[in-house]
């Protein structure tokens, strides 16, 4: 029996020892950040650079656009423009030549009418051809145009009107000059003499 209250002041020793939850001193704890979290942001960083550089890219790739399609148009109108200088160039020539060659045509219908020198007609028949070769050359060309062709005026110009019973009206019945073109464009229209219902009053 003394053994067992012996131990008791004992246990009851310890039980006092036993400290209070109560008086314990609380130690916050920093909560720890999401593994995730942590690892992910240096692949959305990395995912915004690259984002950021396409975006500069495509500005860059516009912008190179813009300029390559202007300077293309800028060479195509000034390749236009000097097309048009040179036209305007061999235009103004044939113009000028053209007096020359209705000349040469007039001599050489003279001279065979009246029979002169063979040699000269041929010489001036020569030297037409040559004219002529030159206009082709610079994308001249005479308009085909014969008495009796229908009256076009998209490419005739009446310089007189005939009555006449020997075709039916508004036809070529005289050719005072060829026309020509250039380069396909009218050039000048053919002057011609156009026929017209000859009048049945009697006087």
Known sequence: MSDNMSDKPDRDQDEGNIADPDDQETVPISPEPPTDAVSDTPELEALDEVERKARDHDIVVERL??????????????????????????????????????????????????GPNSGLLEGVSLVKKQMFDVFKNHGIEMISTKVGDRFDSNIHEAVAVIPTDLMEPNHVAEIHHHGFLLRGRLLRAARVVVSAEPSNNEE
Do not use: G
């Open 65 to 114: 656009k813009r300029v390559t399609a202007d300077f293309l148009n800028s060479q195509k109108r000034l390749e236009r423009q000097a097309e048009e200088r040179v036209a305007y160039a061999v235009e103004r020539f044939a113009e000028e030549l053209l007096p020359v060659a209705d000349n040469l045509a007039r001599a050489i219908e003279s001279a065979e009418e009246h």
